[in-house]
């Protein structure tokens, strides 16, 4: 038997901005991604946060954006992913999402979870048996 595999935590944007901005659910959300050492999201996640701490202001936000940014290993956009999230899903979902959805879906075999807090998302996720969690 080979070395045991690390499993990967994937982090989309309604995830990754309770990091930067705290939410309700920040405290339970950053206690559930520690037992993720290695966490991955589409490159896609950039511009959704940096976009995100820009509309909430403050360079301050956007530094704490950008830290966030420098511990996820990001996914590049591949033709495989656009074709994926092109497909019709249920539910059906926004552009964004389906691309992270598509981008979690291509690394399936790396993957131990998908923190999503975006309802749609998250029951999209769950129809791919991706384990979805949105701890609060």
Same mark, same amino acid.
């Given at each position: 038997?080979? #070395?045991?595999? *690390? %499993?990967?935590? /994937?982090?989309?944007? %309604?995830?990754?901005?309770?990091? +930067? ?7 339970? +959300? ?6 993720? #050492?290695?966490?991955? =999201? &589409?490159?896609? @996640?950039?511009?959704?946060? *940096? ?9 301050? *936000? ?13 996914? $590049?956009? &591949? ?10 899903? @249920? $539910?059906?979902?926004?552009?964004? !999402?389906? @691309? ?9 075999? !790396?993957?131990?979870?998908? +923190? *999503? /807090?975006? %309802?749609?998302?998250? !029951? =999209? =996720?769950?129809?791919? !048996?991706?384990? $979805?969690?949105?701890?609060?």
């Amino acid at each position: 038997m080979g #070395p045991r595999r *690390v %499993s990967a935590a /994937y982090v989309d944007a %309604s995830a990754l901005v309770k990091l +930067f901005k705290a939410e309700r659910e920040t405290e339970a +959300f950053r206690a559930a991604l520690a037992d993720w #050492p290695v966490q991955v =999201a &589409s490159e896609l @996640i950039r511009v959704e946060a *940096v976009c995100t701490a820009r509309r909430l202001g403050g360079e301050e *936000v956007l530094q704490r954006a950008n830290a966030t940014l420098e511990r996820i290993n990001v996914i $590049p956009l &591949s033709p495989e992913i656009i074709e994926l999230a092109t497909d019709a899903h @249920i $539910p059906p979902l926004r552009a964004m !999402d389906a @691309i992270h959805l598509a981008t979690a879906m291509t690394m399936r075999e !790396d993957l131990g979870a998908m +923190f *999503v /807090y975006d %309802s749609d998302l998250h !029951d =999209a =996720a769950q129809a791919h !048996d991706l384990n $979805p969690l949105a701890p609060r």
